[in-house]
Protein backbone atom coordinates (compact mmCIF):
# COMPACT_ATOMS: atom_id res chain seq x y z
CA UNK A 1 0.00 0.00 0.00
CA UNK A 2 2.81 2.60 0.95
CA UNK A 3 4.02 1.91 -2.48
CA UNK A 4 1.28 2.45 -4.13
CA UNK A 5 0.82 5.85 -2.21
CA UNK A 6 4.28 6.45 -3.21
CA UNK A 7 3.45 6.06 -6.70
CA UNK A 8 0.74 8.25 -6.82
CA UNK A 9 2.72 11.13 -5.21
CA UNK A 10 4.73 10.76 -7.96
CA UNK A 11 2.23 10.86 -10.09
CA UNK A 12 0.35 13.89 -9.00
CA UNK A 13 4.00 15.98 -8.87
CA UNK A 14 4.22 15.42 -12.44
CA UNK A 15 1.56 18.31 -12.33
CA UNK A 16 3.49 20.74 -10.85
CA UNK A 17 6.73 20.45 -12.00
CA UNK A 18 8.68 19.12 -15.65
CA UNK A 19 10.36 21.52 -18.68
CA UNK A 20 9.17 20.26 -21.95
CA UNK A 21 6.80 17.81 -23.38
CA UNK A 22 7.12 16.13 -26.65
CA UNK A 23 4.48 17.44 -28.48
CA UNK A 24 1.34 15.34 -30.18
CA UNK A 25 -0.15 16.12 -33.38
CA UNK A 26 -3.49 15.70 -31.49
CA UNK A 27 -3.86 15.16 -27.69
CA UNK A 28 -7.29 13.48 -28.33
CA UNK A 29 -5.48 11.05 -31.08
CA UNK A 30 -4.21 8.14 -28.85
CA UNK A 31 -7.32 7.96 -26.93
CA UNK A 32 -10.04 8.58 -30.42
CA UNK A 33 -11.76 5.14 -29.67
CA UNK A 34 -13.05 5.47 -26.33
CA UNK A 35 -14.42 9.04 -27.32
CA UNK A 36 -18.31 9.15 -27.83
CA UNK A 37 -21.07 11.79 -28.09
CA UNK A 38 -21.25 11.31 -24.57
CA UNK A 39 -18.11 12.39 -23.77
CA UNK A 40 -17.62 14.89 -21.14
CA UNK A 41 -14.17 15.29 -19.50
CA UNK A 42 -10.60 14.63 -21.02
CA UNK A 43 -7.24 15.27 -19.81
CA UNK A 44 -3.92 14.51 -20.62
CA UNK A 45 -0.35 13.99 -18.17
CA UNK A 46 2.66 13.28 -20.09
CA UNK A 47 4.81 11.57 -17.72
CA UNK A 48 8.05 11.44 -19.69
CA UNK A 49 8.38 15.47 -19.22
CA UNK A 50 9.46 14.92 -15.42
CA UNK A 51 12.32 17.21 -14.67
CA UNK A 52 13.31 16.59 -11.02
CA UNK A 53 15.65 20.10 -11.76
CA UNK A 54 12.58 21.89 -11.86
CA UNK A 55 10.91 20.03 -9.42
CA UNK A 56 13.41 20.96 -6.57
CA UNK A 57 13.52 24.35 -7.80
CA UNK A 58 9.23 24.84 -7.42
CA UNK A 59 9.95 22.96 -4.12
CA UNK A 60 11.94 25.47 -2.81
CA UNK A 61 10.17 28.64 -4.07
CA UNK A 62 7.27 27.22 -2.34
CA UNK A 63 9.03 26.95 0.81
CA UNK A 64 10.13 30.78 0.39
CA UNK A 65 6.97 31.30 -0.64
CA UNK A 66 5.58 30.03 2.55
CA UNK A 67 7.67 31.44 5.20
CA UNK A 68 7.76 34.75 4.09
CA UNK A 69 3.60 35.17 4.18
CA UNK A 70 4.02 34.03 7.62
CA UNK A 71 6.37 37.02 8.28
CA UNK A 72 9.33 35.31 9.46
CA UNK A 73 12.54 36.84 10.63
CA UNK A 74 14.80 37.01 7.04
CA UNK A 75 17.65 34.62 8.97
CA UNK A 76 14.42 32.28 9.78
CA UNK A 77 13.97 32.43 6.14
CA UNK A 78 17.70 31.97 5.02
CA UNK A 79 17.78 28.74 8.25
CA UNK A 80 14.66 27.62 6.93
CA UNK A 81 15.89 27.96 3.50
CA UNK A 82 18.73 26.65 4.09
CA UNK A 83 17.79 23.20 5.81
CA UNK A 84 14.64 22.56 2.92
CA UNK A 85 17.65 22.64 0.56
CA UNK A 86 19.09 19.96 2.17
CA UNK A 87 15.82 18.11 2.91
CA UNK A 88 15.25 17.62 -0.64
CA UNK A 89 18.62 17.12 -1.98
CA UNK A 90 18.69 14.21 0.84
CA UNK A 91 15.27 13.05 -0.27
CA UNK A 92 15.33 13.68 -4.25
CA UNK A 93 17.68 10.57 -5.22
CA UNK A 94 15.66 8.16 -3.62
CA UNK A 95 12.20 9.41 -5.03
CA UNK A 96 14.19 9.89 -8.67
CA UNK A 97 15.15 6.68 -8.72
CA UNK A 98 11.49 5.11 -7.16
CA UNK A 99 9.78 7.17 -10.28
CA UNK A 100 12.05 5.99 -12.70
CA UNK A 101 12.35 2.42 -11.72
CA UNK A 102 8.42 2.77 -11.75
CA UNK A 103 8.13 4.50 -15.39
CA UNK A 104 10.58 1.10 -16.21
CA UNK A 105 8.63 -1.63 -14.66
CA UNK A 106 5.48 -0.11 -16.14
CA UNK A 107 6.23 1.11 -19.53
CA UNK A 108 3.97 3.83 -18.67
CA UNK A 109 3.84 7.20 -20.65
CA UNK A 110 0.82 8.86 -20.74
CA UNK A 111 -1.78 8.93 -18.28
CA UNK A 112 -5.53 10.14 -19.89
CA UNK A 113 -8.49 10.54 -18.03
CA UNK A 114 -12.19 10.54 -19.26
CA UNK A 115 -15.93 10.96 -17.88
CA UNK A 116 -18.55 10.32 -19.82
CA UNK A 117 -22.27 12.42 -18.79
CA UNK A 118 -24.80 9.66 -18.82
CA UNK A 119 -22.83 7.41 -16.23
CA UNK A 120 -23.50 8.54 -12.27
CA UNK A 121 -23.03 7.52 -8.96
CA UNK A 122 -24.38 8.96 -6.09
CA UNK A 123 -25.47 11.73 -8.01
CA UNK A 124 -21.87 12.31 -9.35
CA UNK A 125 -20.21 11.87 -12.52
CA UNK A 126 -17.14 9.15 -12.33
CA UNK A 127 -14.34 9.58 -13.86
CA UNK A 128 -11.73 6.77 -16.01
CA UNK A 129 -8.14 6.71 -15.57
CA UNK A 130 -7.13 5.80 -19.29
CA UNK A 131 -3.42 4.44 -20.24
CA UNK A 132 -2.95 3.25 -23.74
CA UNK A 133 -1.12 -0.41 -23.67
CA UNK A 134 0.56 0.06 -26.64
CA UNK A 135 4.31 -0.80 -26.60
CA UNK A 136 3.89 -1.76 -23.42
CA UNK A 137 4.80 -6.03 -22.88
CA UNK A 138 2.18 -7.97 -21.22
CA UNK A 139 4.64 -8.39 -18.15
CA UNK A 140 4.33 -4.60 -17.59
CA UNK A 141 0.55 -4.08 -18.02
CA UNK A 142 0.39 -6.59 -15.24
CA UNK A 143 3.06 -5.25 -12.88
CA UNK A 144 1.30 -1.89 -13.68
CA UNK A 145 -2.40 -3.27 -13.04
CA UNK A 146 -0.46 -4.73 -9.33
CA UNK A 147 1.05 -1.14 -8.54
CA UNK A 148 -2.32 0.67 -9.37
CA UNK A 149 -3.96 -2.24 -6.57
CA UNK A 150 -7.42 -0.63 -8.14
CA UNK A 151 -10.77 -2.31 -6.96
CA UNK A 152 -11.09 -3.41 -11.00
CA UNK A 153 -9.47 -3.25 -13.81
CA UNK A 154 -10.77 -3.35 -17.60
CA UNK A 155 -8.80 -4.49 -20.40
CA UNK A 156 -10.84 -2.82 -23.88
CA UNK A 157 -9.49 -1.47 -26.99
CA UNK A 158 -6.26 -1.54 -26.28
CA UNK A 159 -6.38 0.27 -22.86
CA UNK A 160 -5.74 -0.36 -19.54
CA UNK A 161 -8.70 1.78 -17.59
CA UNK A 162 -9.20 1.91 -14.35
CA UNK A 163 -12.49 3.49 -12.84
CA UNK A 164 -12.03 6.08 -10.16
CA UNK A 165 -15.11 4.97 -8.11
CA UNK A 166 -17.08 1.41 -7.95
CA UNK A 167 -18.86 0.90 -10.80
CA UNK A 168 -22.04 -0.96 -10.45
CA UNK A 169 -23.14 -1.71 -14.10
CA UNK A 170 -21.04 -3.78 -16.91
CA UNK A 171 -18.31 -1.09 -17.62
CA UNK A 172 -16.89 -3.13 -20.04
CA UNK A 173 -19.69 -3.42 -22.02
CA UNK A 174 -20.13 0.08 -22.20
CA UNK A 175 -16.50 0.66 -23.16
CA UNK A 176 -16.93 -2.17 -26.01
CA UNK A 177 -20.01 -0.83 -27.34
CA UNK A 178 -18.79 2.84 -27.81
CA UNK A 179 -18.99 3.74 -31.36
CA UNK A 180 -16.22 6.59 -31.84
CA UNK A 181 -16.80 10.31 -33.60
CA UNK A 182 -14.73 13.12 -33.45
CA UNK A 183 -15.76 15.99 -30.97
CA UNK A 184 -14.88 19.26 -32.60
CA UNK A 185 -15.04 21.10 -29.41
CA UNK A 186 -12.71 19.45 -27.82
CA UNK A 187 -10.05 19.74 -30.56
CA UNK A 188 -10.75 23.75 -30.30
CA UNK A 189 -10.46 23.64 -26.44
CA UNK A 190 -7.03 21.75 -27.07
CA UNK A 191 -5.73 23.41 -30.01
CA UNK A 192 -1.94 25.03 -29.74
CA UNK A 193 -1.53 23.16 -26.34
CA UNK A 194 1.24 20.29 -27.71
CA UNK A 195 4.13 21.95 -25.80
CA UNK A 196 1.93 21.51 -22.20
CA UNK A 197 2.61 19.22 -19.32
CA UNK A 198 -0.94 18.89 -18.52
CA UNK A 199 -4.32 19.77 -20.31
CA UNK A 200 -7.60 19.09 -19.68
CA UNK A 201 -10.76 20.04 -21.57
CA UNK A 202 -14.37 19.87 -20.39
CA UNK A 203 -17.67 20.14 -23.28
CA UNK A 204 -21.01 20.01 -21.48
CA UNK A 205 -23.44 18.85 -23.97
CA UNK A 206 -27.03 21.10 -24.84
CA UNK A 207 -29.44 18.21 -22.90
CA UNK A 208 -26.92 18.24 -20.03
CA UNK A 209 -26.72 22.09 -19.58
CA UNK A 210 -30.89 22.66 -19.95
CA UNK A 211 -31.02 19.84 -17.23
CA UNK A 212 -28.13 22.05 -14.75
CA UNK A 213 -30.21 25.30 -16.22
CA UNK A 214 -33.44 24.19 -14.68
CA UNK A 215 -32.48 22.14 -11.85
CA UNK A 216 -29.57 25.11 -10.70
CA UNK A 217 -32.17 28.66 -11.45
CA UNK A 218 -34.88 27.67 -8.85
CA UNK A 219 -31.61 27.07 -5.94
CA UNK A 220 -30.03 30.36 -6.84
CA UNK A 221 -31.46 32.91 -3.42
CA UNK A 222 -28.76 35.47 -4.91
CA UNK A 223 -29.43 36.74 -8.43
CA UNK A 224 -26.32 36.98 -9.33
CA UNK A 225 -25.06 33.45 -8.75
CA UNK A 226 -28.59 32.35 -10.65
CA UNK A 227 -27.44 34.68 -13.74
CA UNK A 228 -23.76 33.12 -13.78
CA UNK A 229 -25.09 29.59 -13.43
CA UNK A 230 -27.33 30.41 -16.67
CA UNK A 231 -24.31 32.08 -18.47
CA UNK A 232 -22.01 29.47 -17.96
CA UNK A 233 -24.57 26.70 -19.06
CA UNK A 234 -26.27 28.16 -21.87
CA UNK A 235 -23.59 30.35 -23.42
CA UNK A 236 -20.19 27.87 -22.42
CA UNK A 237 -18.81 26.03 -25.28
CA UNK A 238 -16.18 24.06 -23.69
CA UNK A 239 -13.35 24.86 -21.46
CA UNK A 240 -9.85 24.30 -21.07
CA UNK A 241 -7.02 24.04 -19.05
CA UNK A 242 -3.62 23.81 -19.86
CA UNK A 243 0.04 24.04 -17.62
CA UNK A 244 3.27 24.38 -19.61
CA UNK A 245 5.93 24.59 -15.79
CA UNK A 246 8.47 25.36 -18.73
CA UNK A 247 7.83 28.90 -18.27
CA UNK A 248 5.87 28.13 -14.97
CA UNK A 249 2.48 29.31 -16.34
CA UNK A 250 -1.32 28.22 -15.91
CA UNK A 251 -3.70 28.93 -18.54
CA UNK A 252 -7.57 28.73 -17.85
CA UNK A 253 -10.05 29.32 -20.71
CA UNK A 254 -13.89 29.28 -20.96
CA UNK A 255 -15.21 29.46 -24.68
CA UNK A 256 -18.43 31.50 -24.63
CA UNK A 257 -21.14 32.44 -27.56
CA UNK A 258 -20.21 35.66 -27.92
CA UNK A 259 -18.39 38.25 -26.98
CA UNK A 260 -21.17 40.10 -25.28
CA UNK A 261 -21.86 36.62 -23.02
CA UNK A 262 -18.40 36.62 -22.20
CA UNK A 263 -18.41 40.38 -20.95
CA UNK A 264 -21.62 40.01 -19.24
CA UNK A 265 -19.96 36.76 -17.02
CA UNK A 266 -17.29 38.94 -15.94
CA UNK A 267 -19.71 41.79 -15.20
CA UNK A 268 -21.98 39.07 -13.08
CA UNK A 269 -18.10 38.13 -11.25
CA UNK A 270 -17.53 41.23 -10.52
CA UNK A 271 -21.29 42.18 -8.56
CA UNK A 272 -20.03 38.85 -7.13
CA UNK A 273 -16.76 40.03 -5.73
CA UNK A 274 -19.05 43.22 -4.58
CA UNK A 275 -20.98 40.78 -2.77
CA UNK A 276 -18.58 39.05 -1.07
CA UNK A 277 -16.52 41.90 0.23
CA UNK A 278 -19.47 43.78 1.53
CA UNK A 279 -19.87 39.84 3.62
CA UNK A 280 -16.67 39.95 4.98
CA UNK A 281 -16.25 43.65 6.10
CA UNK A 282 -19.33 43.06 7.68
CA UNK A 283 -18.43 39.91 10.05
CA UNK A 284 -15.10 42.37 10.69
CA UNK A 285 -17.52 45.21 11.66
CA UNK A 286 -18.53 42.80 14.65
CA UNK A 287 -15.32 42.64 15.92
CA UNK A 288 -14.57 45.62 17.99
CA UNK A 289 -10.88 45.26 17.66
CA UNK A 290 -11.09 45.45 13.47
CA UNK A 291 -13.35 48.61 13.05
CA UNK A 292 -10.54 50.45 12.09
CA UNK A 293 -9.14 48.55 9.64
CA UNK A 294 -12.46 48.18 7.67
CA UNK A 295 -12.36 50.48 5.17
CA UNK A 296 -8.55 49.36 4.54
CA UNK A 297 -9.59 45.43 4.81
CA UNK A 298 -12.37 46.25 2.11
CA UNK A 299 -10.06 48.09 -0.14
CA UNK A 300 -7.33 45.68 -0.07
CA UNK A 301 -10.08 42.64 -0.56
CA UNK A 302 -12.01 44.42 -3.82
CA UNK A 303 -8.41 45.05 -5.05
CA UNK A 304 -7.40 41.07 -4.81
CA UNK A 305 -10.20 39.48 -5.72
CA UNK A 306 -10.45 42.16 -8.78
CA UNK A 307 -7.00 41.10 -9.66
CA UNK A 308 -7.87 37.15 -10.32
CA UNK A 309 -10.64 38.39 -12.49
CA UNK A 310 -10.61 36.74 -15.71
CA UNK A 311 -10.01 38.95 -18.76
CA UNK A 312 -12.35 39.29 -21.60
CA UNK A 313 -10.25 37.90 -25.00
CA UNK A 314 -12.53 38.08 -28.41
CA UNK A 315 -15.55 35.64 -27.17
CA UNK A 316 -13.34 33.97 -24.39
CA UNK A 317 -12.98 34.31 -20.70
CA UNK A 318 -9.03 34.19 -19.65
CA UNK A 319 -7.17 33.59 -16.42
CA UNK A 320 -3.09 32.87 -17.14
CA UNK A 321 -0.52 33.75 -14.71
CA UNK A 322 3.04 33.19 -15.30
CA UNK A 323 6.37 33.42 -14.05
CA UNK A 324 8.67 32.47 -11.23
CA UNK A 325 5.43 33.31 -9.10
CA UNK A 326 2.67 31.76 -11.22
CA UNK A 327 1.79 28.53 -10.01
CA UNK A 328 1.71 30.19 -6.43
CA UNK A 329 -0.81 32.40 -7.86
CA UNK A 330 -2.82 30.69 -9.66
CA UNK A 331 -3.08 28.20 -6.46
CA UNK A 332 -4.31 31.61 -4.47
CA UNK A 333 -6.68 32.24 -7.02
CA UNK A 334 -8.47 28.61 -7.20
CA UNK A 335 -9.03 28.83 -3.58
CA UNK A 336 -10.75 32.34 -3.84
CA UNK A 337 -12.71 31.61 -7.32
CA UNK A 338 -13.88 28.11 -5.48
CA UNK A 339 -15.43 30.01 -2.90
CA UNK A 340 -16.84 32.79 -5.27
CA UNK A 341 -18.25 30.00 -7.16
CA UNK A 342 -19.33 27.63 -4.16
CA UNK A 343 -23.15 27.95 -4.37
CA UNK A 344 -22.51 27.57 -8.30
CA UNK A 345 -20.80 24.61 -8.01
CA UNK A 346 -23.27 23.36 -5.55
CA UNK A 347 -26.69 23.81 -7.52
CA UNK A 348 -24.48 21.68 -9.90
CA UNK A 349 -23.86 18.83 -7.89
CA UNK A 350 -27.32 19.11 -6.81
CA UNK A 351 -28.44 19.12 -10.34
CA UNK A 352 -26.43 16.16 -11.20
CA UNK A 353 -27.95 14.59 -8.52
CA UNK A 354 -31.82 15.25 -9.40
CA UNK A 355 -30.88 14.07 -13.32
CA UNK A 356 -29.64 10.93 -11.67
CA UNK A 357 -32.92 10.52 -10.13
CA UNK A 358 -34.78 11.26 -13.06
CA UNK A 359 -32.75 8.54 -14.62
CA UNK A 360 -34.14 6.37 -11.91
CA UNK A 361 -38.05 7.17 -12.45
CA UNK A 362 -37.35 6.57 -16.22
CA UNK A 363 -35.94 3.14 -15.42
CA UNK A 364 -38.51 2.11 -12.91
CA UNK A 365 -40.97 3.38 -15.49
CA UNK A 366 -39.57 1.49 -18.56
CA UNK A 367 -39.67 -1.40 -16.03
CA UNK A 368 -43.39 -0.97 -15.49
CA UNK A 369 -43.94 -0.99 -18.94
CA UNK A 370 -42.16 -4.48 -19.34
CA UNK A 371 -44.02 -6.17 -16.69
CA UNK A 372 -47.39 -5.13 -18.21
CA UNK A 373 -46.47 -6.41 -21.64
CA UNK A 374 -45.26 -9.77 -19.87
CA UNK A 375 -47.73 -9.86 -17.32
CA UNK A 376 -50.89 -8.45 -19.20
CA UNK A 377 -51.34 -5.88 -16.31
CA UNK A 378 -49.35 -3.62 -14.18
CA UNK A 379 -47.83 -4.77 -10.75
CA UNK A 380 -50.09 -4.47 -7.42
CA UNK A 381 -48.46 -2.61 -4.84
CA UNK A 382 -48.48 -5.98 -3.35
CA UNK A 383 -49.14 -9.30 -3.29
CA UNK A 384 -51.06 -11.02 -0.21
CA UNK A 385 -50.82 -13.92 1.34
CA UNK A 386 -54.56 -16.09 1.54
CA UNK A 387 -55.03 -13.97 4.70
CA UNK A 388 -54.86 -10.81 2.97
CA UNK A 389 -51.56 -9.94 4.76
CA UNK A 390 -49.30 -8.10 2.42
CA UNK A 391 -46.35 -10.20 1.30
CA UNK A 392 -44.30 -8.20 -1.36
CA UNK A 393 -43.90 -4.77 -2.44
CA UNK A 394 -44.01 -3.81 -6.07
CA UNK A 395 -40.13 -3.12 -5.84
CA UNK A 396 -39.39 -7.05 -5.71
CA UNK A 397 -41.57 -7.59 -8.68
CA UNK A 398 -40.56 -5.48 -10.87
CA UNK A 399 -36.57 -6.64 -9.76
CA UNK A 400 -36.23 -8.70 -13.39
CA UNK A 401 -37.23 -6.17 -15.39
CA UNK A 402 -34.07 -3.74 -13.83
CA UNK A 403 -31.90 -6.41 -14.23
CA UNK A 404 -31.83 -7.93 -10.70
CA UNK A 405 -33.06 -11.47 -11.98
CA UNK A 406 -30.34 -12.89 -9.92
CA UNK A 407 -31.50 -11.33 -6.94
CA UNK A 408 -35.19 -11.93 -7.99
CA UNK A 409 -34.88 -15.58 -8.09
CA UNK A 410 -33.46 -16.00 -4.53
CA UNK A 411 -36.10 -14.42 -2.64
CA UNK A 412 -38.93 -16.23 -1.83
CA UNK A 413 -41.97 -15.26 -2.47
CA UNK A 414 -44.30 -17.40 -0.64
CA UNK A 415 -42.96 -16.42 2.45
CA UNK A 416 -43.80 -12.59 3.92
CA UNK A 417 -41.18 -10.04 3.01
CA UNK A 418 -40.01 -9.58 6.92
CA UNK A 419 -39.52 -13.96 7.03
CA UNK A 420 -36.39 -15.32 8.92
CA UNK A 421 -34.90 -15.75 5.35
CA UNK A 422 -36.24 -12.45 3.03
CA UNK A 423 -34.74 -10.15 5.74
CA UNK A 424 -31.48 -11.21 4.66
CA UNK A 425 -32.32 -8.82 1.49
CA UNK A 426 -33.42 -5.81 3.55
CA UNK A 427 -29.86 -4.10 3.14
CA UNK A 428 -28.93 -4.83 -0.44
CA UNK A 429 -28.09 -1.90 -2.02
CA UNK A 430 -30.34 -1.74 -5.30
CA UNK A 431 -29.18 1.79 -7.04
CA UNK A 432 -32.23 2.32 -9.32
CA UNK A 433 -34.45 2.64 -5.82
CA UNK A 434 -31.78 5.61 -4.29
CA UNK A 435 -32.22 9.09 -5.19
CA UNK A 436 -28.56 10.48 -4.12
CA UNK A 437 -29.99 13.11 -2.47
CA UNK A 438 -31.27 11.30 0.09
CA UNK A 439 -27.75 10.01 0.47
CA UNK A 440 -29.22 6.62 1.28
CA UNK A 441 -27.62 3.42 2.08
CA UNK A 442 -29.10 3.21 5.85
CA UNK A 443 -30.32 -0.29 7.05
CA UNK A 444 -34.13 -0.49 6.32
CA UNK A 445 -33.98 2.96 4.92
CA UNK A 446 -32.56 2.57 0.75
CA UNK A 447 -35.47 3.31 -1.41
CA UNK A 448 -36.75 6.97 -2.39
CA UNK A 449 -39.72 6.18 -4.51
CA UNK A 450 -43.03 4.63 -4.07
CA UNK A 451 -46.60 4.45 -5.81
CA UNK A 452 -49.90 6.07 -4.32
CA UNK A 453 -52.16 3.68 -2.95
CA UNK A 454 -55.59 4.36 -3.46
CA UNK A 455 -59.45 3.04 -4.87
CA UNK A 456 -58.98 5.67 -8.03
CA UNK A 457 -55.43 5.84 -8.37
CA UNK A 458 -52.87 3.60 -10.39
CA UNK A 459 -52.45 0.89 -7.48
CA UNK A 460 -55.13 0.48 -5.91
CA UNK A 461 -53.87 -2.33 -3.38
CA UNK A 462 -53.35 -6.09 -3.91
CA UNK A 463 -55.24 -5.89 -7.06
CA UNK A 464 -53.52 -4.98 -10.71
CA UNK A 465 -54.38 -2.74 -13.12
CA UNK A 466 -53.98 -2.81 -16.87
CA UNK A 467 -52.91 0.31 -19.31
CA UNK A 468 -56.66 0.25 -20.33
CA UNK A 469 -57.39 1.66 -16.74
CA UNK A 470 -55.71 4.70 -17.39
CA UNK A 471 -58.62 6.84 -18.50
CA UNK A 472 -57.46 10.18 -17.85
CA UNK A 473 -54.31 9.39 -20.20
CA UNK A 474 -50.93 8.04 -19.45
CA UNK A 475 -48.99 11.36 -20.00
CA UNK A 476 -52.14 13.13 -17.34
CA UNK A 477 -51.49 10.01 -14.29
CA UNK A 478 -48.57 9.40 -12.22
CA UNK A 479 -47.22 6.37 -11.77
CA UNK A 480 -44.35 5.92 -9.31
CA UNK A 481 -43.10 9.25 -7.18
CA UNK A 482 -40.41 10.24 -4.78
CA UNK A 483 -41.06 10.05 -0.73
CA UNK A 484 -39.29 12.43 1.42
CA UNK A 485 -38.16 9.86 4.06
CA UNK A 486 -36.84 6.79 2.68
CA UNK A 487 -38.04 3.15 3.13
CA UNK A 488 -36.65 -0.65 3.24
CA UNK A 489 -37.25 -1.98 -0.18
CA UNK A 490 -38.51 -4.77 -0.05
CA UNK A 491 -41.78 -3.11 2.74
CA UNK A 492 -44.72 -3.79 1.12
CA UNK A 493 -46.68 -1.73 3.63
CA UNK A 494 -44.78 1.79 3.40
CA UNK A 495 -46.38 3.07 0.05
CA UNK A 496 -47.92 6.74 0.36
CA UNK A 497 -51.52 7.28 0.52
CA UNK A 498 -53.60 9.71 -1.88
CA UNK A 499 -55.60 10.64 1.85
CA UNK A 500 -52.44 11.35 3.46
CA UNK A 501 -51.09 13.45 0.64
CA UNK A 502 -53.98 16.11 0.61
CA UNK A 503 -54.05 15.82 4.68
CA UNK A 504 -50.88 16.75 4.48
CA UNK A 505 -51.27 19.30 2.21
CA UNK A 506 -49.51 18.39 -1.00
CA UNK A 507 -45.73 18.09 -2.01
CA UNK A 508 -43.13 18.42 0.88
CA UNK A 509 -45.35 19.24 3.73
CA UNK A 510 -44.98 16.27 5.95
CA UNK A 511 -41.51 14.53 6.74
CA UNK A 512 -43.38 11.19 5.76
CA UNK A 513 -45.03 12.13 3.33
CA UNK A 514 -44.64 12.98 -0.41
CA UNK A 515 -41.57 15.27 -0.90
CA UNK A 516 -37.97 14.85 -1.85
CA UNK A 517 -34.43 16.70 -0.57
CA UNK A 518 -34.34 18.01 -4.33
CA UNK A 519 -35.18 21.63 -3.97
CA UNK A 520 -38.42 22.81 -4.70
CA UNK A 521 -40.13 19.86 -5.22
CA UNK A 522 -39.80 15.97 -6.11
CA UNK A 523 -39.54 13.99 -9.45
CA UNK A 524 -42.08 11.44 -10.54
CA UNK A 525 -42.75 9.15 -13.40
CA UNK A 526 -45.98 9.39 -15.73
CA UNK A 527 -47.65 6.35 -16.75
CA UNK A 528 -46.52 7.04 -20.37
CA UNK A 529 -42.69 6.56 -19.10
CA UNK A 530 -41.93 10.31 -18.75
CA UNK A 531 -40.29 11.54 -16.02
CA UNK A 532 -41.36 14.85 -14.61
CA UNK A 533 -40.42 17.54 -11.96
CA UNK A 534 -43.41 18.85 -10.29
CA UNK A 535 -42.86 22.31 -8.14
CA UNK A 536 -43.39 21.96 -4.11
CA UNK A 537 -46.47 25.14 -5.45
CA UNK A 538 -48.54 22.80 -7.14
CA UNK A 539 -52.21 23.28 -6.55
CA UNK A 540 -53.60 20.63 -4.12
CA UNK A 541 -56.89 19.78 -6.88
CA UNK A 542 -54.25 19.97 -9.88
CA UNK A 543 -52.34 17.18 -7.98
CA UNK A 544 -54.79 15.13 -6.65
CA UNK A 545 -56.14 14.95 -10.44
CA UNK A 546 -52.91 13.76 -11.59
CA UNK A 547 -52.68 11.06 -9.07
CA UNK A 548 -56.55 9.98 -9.88
CA UNK A 549 -56.53 7.59 -13.00
CA UNK A 550 -60.07 8.62 -13.61
CA UNK A 551 -60.85 11.97 -12.79
CA UNK A 552 -61.71 13.17 -15.68
CA UNK A 553 -60.42 16.89 -15.55
CA UNK A 554 -57.73 18.28 -17.29
CA UNK A 555 -54.07 18.58 -15.69
CA UNK A 556 -51.93 21.44 -15.97
CA UNK A 557 -48.77 22.33 -14.09
Not at 156 to 174: Q, T
Not at 427 to 434: A, F, G, L
Not at 485 to 514: A, H
Request: contains cysteine; glycine residues 6%; negative net charge.
Amino acid sequence: MKRTLMTVAAVMLALVAASQCFAQKNALEPIAPLLSEKTLAVAHLNLKAIDFDQIQKLLLEGVEQYVTLQQFEQESVAEVLSEGAKLIAAKRPQIETAFNDFLAETGLRDVYFISYYDIMIDGNIPGFIVIPTTGMTRTQQETLVEKMNGPEVLLVKNFLIFPVAPIRFDSEGYFAAIKPVKIDAFEKALAGTDKALFRAAVVVPENVTKILTEAGMPMMPIPQVGSLLYLLNDHTQWASAVIDLENVNLRVAVQMSSKESAQEAREVLIDLIEMQVATMTMQMSRQEEMADFIPLASAYLRGLFRAMLPAVDGDQLVYATSGDNGMAAAVGVSGVMVALLLPAVQASREAARRMQCMNNLKQIGLAMHNYNDARKSLPPAYTVDKDGKPLHSWRVLILPFIEQQALYQQIRLDEPWDSEYNSRFHNVIIPTYQCPSNGLGHPNANCSYSVVLGEHTVFPGAKPLNMGSIVDGTSNTLMVTERKTPVCWMDPTCELTLEEILEQGGINKDFDGLGSNHTHGINAAFCDGSVQFISNSIDLETLKNMILRDSGKPVRF
